[in-house]
Nanobody, 126 residues
Framework: QVQLAESGGGLVQAGGSLRLSCAAS????????MGWFRQAPGKEREFVAA????????YYSDSVQGRFTISRDNAKNTVYLQMNSLKPEDTAVYYC???????????????????WGQGTQVTVSS
């Protein structure tokens, strides 16, 4: 059973940067696909980015493409989300999640992920 724990959230001004981390335990990290989602108050959970087992294949939502970078360190069982040029509309609770398939057709669907972290708050002030 894979367990996930996010960290790195906080308050930042618009235009600033943050790096989120998600530490995994309890499974074979190098065999799982990792994703990041976010959820703002009153809104549905939204896909942000996903990364294949090897880290060679990535997938981003249009809203973060070019600003956010997902990466992983399999030796540390950790996935990262580097967020640059942050905007107030990026404010949300950010969650990491895992699954075992990198099928692009379902990467953006929360229901197709097998486990989730507890979330970390990111607040971007204008």
């Amino acid at each position: 059973q894979v367990q996930l724990a996010e960290s790195g959230g906080g308050l930042v001004q618009a235009g600033g940067s943050l790096r989120l981390s998600c530490a995994a335990s309890g499974g074979t990290f190098s065999r799982i696909v990792m994703g990041w989602f976010r959820q703002a108050p009153g809104k549905e959970r939204e896909f942000v980015a996903a990364l294949s087992w090897s880290g060679k294949s990535t997938y981003y939502s249009d809203s973060v493409q070019g600003r956010f970078t997902i990466s992983r360190d399999n030796a540390k069982n950790t996935v990262y989300l580097q967020m640059n040029s942050l905007k107030p509309e990026d404010t949300a609770v950010y969650y990491c999640a895992h699954r075992y398939s990198f099928t692009s057709a379902t990467l953006m669907e929360p229901l197709h992920y097998d486990g989730w972290g507890q979330g970390t708050q990111v607040t971007v002030s204008s």
